[in-house]
């Protein structure tokens, strides 16, 4: 383990298909008003909006509405809550949804009184909320971006405009923030039978988003760090559920691991002691900046590119990747085969669970190539800092 740090993270989980019993009680620990935040309308479908209303009567609480969060949610969308949040004076947001709901819940708690611009304090500036903060509490319904427990809050500006010297100009951006604990959900309902009507496009991809938190994280630093153990774990957990849970979306057990692998992939545990990468999420939300396509798919379609080029910078790691998760036999092989071996059992295992492979499949052409690429954030972490030549030369590879 390296450096020093503090680890705190103050969630409550309930967790199982009688988590939702608990919504009540901790209802009755806010005041009157509750702003309940939810996507397109699959809650409604599904059932779960009304158990969730009914938890809210039974609380005794007024409900303020506040539907139509999209997926890749919008700085506008966040101001349209935030001025809910001030015109009725919400206590508590309650986010029922993926991770672009509960994303949106923490981005609205933390501008609604806010007195300066909150997209340049807190996205662009990566500044800390200095205003009063609306507490959030969520129900999950998707699994994948591990919002139910951390602080990230992930918004899509498309009214912006940046020019750098005459050559760049950049037309939006999608920048997360990870805000403190202050903002994490005070408490998060975890049923996975909520998540069984997920279809399976976006199942699959919530799947690939857990094993690229796991990656981002395993695939930096060179030190013995018991964090690489628990994220292997972690990742032998996920293939071992995925495979079956693609096939048959109703198992449960599958379901629930995959949920609780989720959780434990982006709740800050795994950074701890250790560097991270990230370049892959980079690429990812600059694709979801220009196409608006699915998080999860925007890294499958990037991450064996971009590993396939990294590799001989972290080779170590990538041998260790293809030995302790995906049992290659390194004997009498070289490193490179080995590290190599370990890319195409990741490659095999995202085939077989319906992954999209090509970013030309997600919108990606040669038109909007170099706005994608002005878009991706370059970050001098994990084994290699990328340059611009070579963000295109992976964009170029990924379609
Ligand atoms: O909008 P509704 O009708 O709810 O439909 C949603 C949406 O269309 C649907 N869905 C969710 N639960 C369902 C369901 N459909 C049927 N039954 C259910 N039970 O699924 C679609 C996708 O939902 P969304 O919330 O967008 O997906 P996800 O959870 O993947 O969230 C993606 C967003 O999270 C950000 C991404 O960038 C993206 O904006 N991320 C957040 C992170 C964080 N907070 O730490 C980290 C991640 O890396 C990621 O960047
Ligand atoms: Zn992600």
């Not at 205003?131 to 959030?136: A, G, I, L, Q």
Request: proline fraction near 3%; charge should be negative.
């Amino acid at each position: 383990m390296q450096g020093n740090f503090m680890y705190h993270n103050p969630t409550k989980l309930y967790f199982g298909e009688e988590a939702m019993g608990h919504l009540v009680g901790e209802l009755k620990n806010y005041g009157a008003t509750v702003m309940l935040s939810y996507g397109g309308g699959s809650i409604k479908r599904n059932g779960i909006y009304d158990a969730v209303m009914a938890a809210l009567k039974e609380a005794g609480k007024t409900v303020v509405e506040d539907a139509g969060v999209m997926p890749n949610p919008t700085y506008e969308k966040v101001m349209e809550g935030c001025a809910r949040v001030r015109d009725n004076k919400v206590d508590l947001i309650l986010a029922v949804g993926g991770g672009s709901t509960i994303d949106y819940a923490k981005a609205v708690s933390a501008s609604a009184y806010c007195e300066e611009d909150a997209w340049q304090k807190y996205w662009v500036g990566q500044g800390w909320p200095s205003c009063r903060t609306v507490p959030v509490g969520a129900v999950l319904t998707m699994v994948g971006t591990g919002s139910e427990m951390n602080g990230g809050s992930v918004i899509t500006n498309r009214q912006v405009t940046e020019r750098e010297g005459s050559e760049r100009t950049v037309t939006g951006f999608k920048l997360g923030k990870v805000f403190g604990p202050e903002l994490y959900p005070k408490f998060t309902i975890l049923n996975p039978r909520f998540t069984m009507t997920v279809p399976q496009y976006q199942m699959v991809a919530g799947f690939f988003d857990i094993m690229s938190h796991l990656m981002e994280q395993y695939f930096a630093g060179k030190a013995d760090c018991t964090t690489d153990y628990l994220i292997e774990g972690l990742m032998r957990s996920l293939v071992h559920s995925s495979r079956i849970a693609a096939k048959n979306p109703q198992d449960y057990e599958a379901r629930a691991n995959i949920m609780w692998t989720a959780t434990w992939a982006l709740n800050t545990l795994l950074k701890m002691g250790k560097g991270g990468d990230w370049e892959v999420h980079q690429i990812g939300h600059a694709i979801g900046l220009v196409t608006d396509a699915t998080h999860g798919m925007t890294l499958a379609c990037v991450s064996l590119p971009y590993y396939r080029h990294v590799m001989h910078d972290g080779l170590h790691q990538f041998r260790r990747f293809a030995v302790n998760v995906w049992g290659v036999r390194p004997e009498g092989k070289s490193d490179e085969q080995v590290a190599t071996e370990g890319l195409a059992c990741l490659e095999q295992w995202m085939r077989e669970i319906g992954l999209v492979m090509h970013s030309g499949e997600l919108g990606v052409t040669e038109d909007n190539l170099q706005q994608v690429a002005d878009a991706v954030l370059i970050l001098p972490v994990g084994y290699r800092t990328l340059t611009r030549d070579e963000v295109v030369q992976i964009l170029k590879e990924s379609m």
